[in-house]
């Protein structure tokens, strides 16, 4: 089972590219969902107020992936077609990828304007920094204290990620695991004694 998914560290470097006295500026984000990506939309509609179009692709879910893209008035799929195919092509999700237009006095023809989104968003993420990343299920813990010692023992063993704690008058802990290995650790805890255990997901 695959539990991984391509997607960027961090915002990318802003690139250029001119073709026939038209400006392409690139770039390339990280995003969760559709809130972000309308801000930095927002973002790059202040910082370049005189362009005329900001054309864009964006692919967000790592199982089941869903897309949207912009020709934002270039001719229809001359745009937003070809940089969505950049992020297929380089198996990303959870980005946001935006070529800005800036009209150079020369029209390129649908065939010239393909190209040049393609080339854009290729090279936007060509200079992004992109890291692989696990699919996980978040679990909450709920124990004795007397269970501490054995609860800590397996997150040390598995190697888990604890995300929270909270110490009251029982322990409350948020772990997240593997996808592929969520079956084996949650039977790991449910077999302990006074052990609640739950999928957050």
Known sequence: MKDTYRTLANRGKE?????????????????????????????????????????????????RPHYRVSDDGEPSNSAGMPIYGQLQEFELTNVLLVSVRYFGGTKLGVGGLIQAYKYSAKITLEEANIVERTLDVVFQLSFDYALMNKVMRIIKEKKLNLLGQELGMQCVFRISVRKKEAETIYRLFDHLYKMEIKSLD
Not at 22 to 34: M, R
Not at 39 to 58: R, T
């Open 15 to 63: 690139t250029f590219y001119k073709e026939k006295g038209s400006k392409f500026y690139g770039y390339a984000f990280p995003v969760l969902n559709e809130e972000e990506i309308k801000l930095h939309l927002v973002e790059l509609k202040k910082q370049h107020p005189n362009a005329g179009h900001f054309c864009y692709a964006w692919q967000l879910g790592a199982e």
